[in-house]
């Protein structure tokens, strides 16, 4: 009988130990270090910028062209911040503003979501006939977080000859525009503001063509195609729709593109000319040169460093992918697969549900440029807050910061050791994040915060902060996104 139950237990305990393990990560470091003394030094960068110095050096590198693979241009430029500088007195009053914008930007991705869940968008857009191969172009992508908006830029040439001017690279939106006089209402900008006059390419699309009829919002005058598009943050574009040539790295141009000519424009791209829609709907810049592929690689938002934006070429073979999945009531959107968290190697006790596309359209993950914070459902973001809270203990715990409820006090540290947090795929890839991707300084004085936000939307969205120095792809025929670490 003593026989029997000692066998009982040990069947037990190895069914405990069995069950524990199917909850593990075995794959991924359970713990990752971040270094204090050098996060709080980038918090310095945007303060210590010789804006006339920046200025010259940007103006001599426009013209300079290098060849980054037997197919691709690069060509080398600076941060908005490098640029610009910023008006912030100190990188407390910068991160409260970057939130500010950040919260407001995710209002209007919620918003958009909210307007089309009752209802399928309506058209498919051919792409523009172009002379030139998707695989040919890159450009080159900065931070533009000390500017007014909380986006990433690039250096594009708009018309011919090529104005060149800073576009808000955009993975949430699909229409392409640009300021253009003359301006009824028009925000600050960087460069000189778009003389229709003074190109050549300019053509203004008639009422009847099939890119004014792709518009959601569109009228007609005089048989010429007016657009409008809000952000649901109050933020707008109003103008004529038009096609023009744009210029990557100053001799790569892709014809016929559809770009909003905005006469009346508001919000929050003070600094950058316009925007260039990355999203998956027809009038998106990819989907109108009919790339099968696009990339980039976000550098860190304080940076004076440069990446690339590329269209074409083949996810790394060493990339962790994740299935690309399409909402069929919202194509702009690029939504992910996403299964579960992870933090410790610890797979957090979530439904499958919380992360899924509802039939009627909402809810699902997306990943998107333009958001700083990654937002989660909040049910979700407790569970992951509180199992990271566990693992961090050993740390001085401060006050919360805006909308991030947990913070540290790591100014007499050098180095911390935190659990690994961890995005799980529906492919049965995982993603580890660096600890500098969510455990981010939010003044110079060593207060650190856990860069995770809750919603009480349905939506999530991973954002810019957890994708910095990682190269993301977008592989569209094969409905993929891969991420490269240190592919920047």
């Known amino acids: 009988m003593a026989t029997s139950n000692s066998t009982s237990s040990i069947f037990f305990l190895v069914l405990l130990f069995v069950t524990a393990l199917s909850r593990t990560t075995p794959d991924a470091s359970r713990t990752t270090f971040l270094s204090v003394p050098s996060s709080i030094q980038k918090t310095l960068n945007p303060f210590s910028v010789d804006s006339s110095q920046a200025v010259k050096s940007l103006k001599q590198d426009e013209n300079v062209i290098s060849t980054s693979s037997s197919s691709s241009l690069s060509l080398q430029l600076h941060s908005r911040v490098s640029v610009r500088g910023t008006s912030h007195r100190d990188y407390n009053s910068l991160t409260l503003a970057r939130l500010e914008r950040d919260s407001a930007r995710v209002k209007s991705l919620q918003t958009r979501v909210d307007l089309v869940v ?131 790295g100053g001799s790569a141009s892709v014809e016929n593109v559809a770009i909003g000519c905005g006469h009346n424009n508001e919000g929050l791209f003070v600094g950058a000319a316009g925007l260039l829609g990355l999203g998956g709907g027809a009038l998106s810049f990819p ?58 190697g610890n797979l957090l006790s979530v439904p499958p549900s919380a992360f899924k596309v509802s039939d009627n359209g909402d809810g699902g993950v997306i990943i998107d440029s333009g958001t700083a914070v990654t937002r989660l459902q909040t049910d979700v973001y407790n569970t992951l807050r509180d199992e990271f809270v566990k693992g961090t203990r050993h740390l001085p715990s401060t006050n919360s910061v805006a909308l991030f409820d947990t913070c540290y006090d790591l100014k007499s540290m050098k180095s911390v050791e935190v659990p690994t947090v961890s995005f799980h795929f529906s492919n049965g890839k995982e993603l580890p994040l660096p600890a500098k991707n969510y455990l981010i300084p939010v003044d110079s004085s060593g207060t650190f915060c856990f860069a995770f936000a809750p919603t009480s939307s349905s939506l999530s969205i991973i954002g810019n902060v957890q994708q910095q120095g990682t190269r993301v792809s977008f592989d569209l025929k094969n409905s993929l996104i891969g991420f490269s670490s240190n592919k920047c």
């Open 118 to 248: 009752q209802r399928i968008t309506k058209s498919d857009l051919k792409p523009v006939e172009v002379e030139f191969q998707a695989e040919e172009l890159e450009g080159p992508i900065i931070s533009g977080t000390s500017q007014g908006s909380g986006e990433y830029f690039s250096r594009i040439g708009i018309g011919h000859p090529p104005n060149q001017v800073y576009m808000v690279l955009d993975t949430g939106s699909d229409v392409n525009w640009i300021q253009c006089a003359p301006c009824a209402d028009c925000y600050q900008q960087a460069d000189p503001i778009f003389e229709p006059a003074s190109s050549s390419t300019f053509s203004p699309l008639t009422c009847d063509t099939k890119q004014c009829q792709s518009l959601d919002v569109s009228e007609c005058r005089n048989d010429t195609c007016l657009y409008e598009v809000s952000y649901g943050d109050g933020s707008y574009t109003v103008g004529d729709f038009v096609t023009e040539r744009v210029t990557f």
């Open 287 to 344: 989907s109108q040169i009919n790339a099968s592929s696009f990339s980039y690689c976000l550098v860190d938002r304080d940076s004076d460093s440069t990446s690339t934006l590329e269209f074409g070429g083949v996810i790394s073979p060493d990339a962790v992918t994740a299935p690309l999945i399409r909402n069929s009531k919202l194509d702009t959107f690029y939504y992910l697969e996403l299964t579960g968290l992870s933090v410790a």
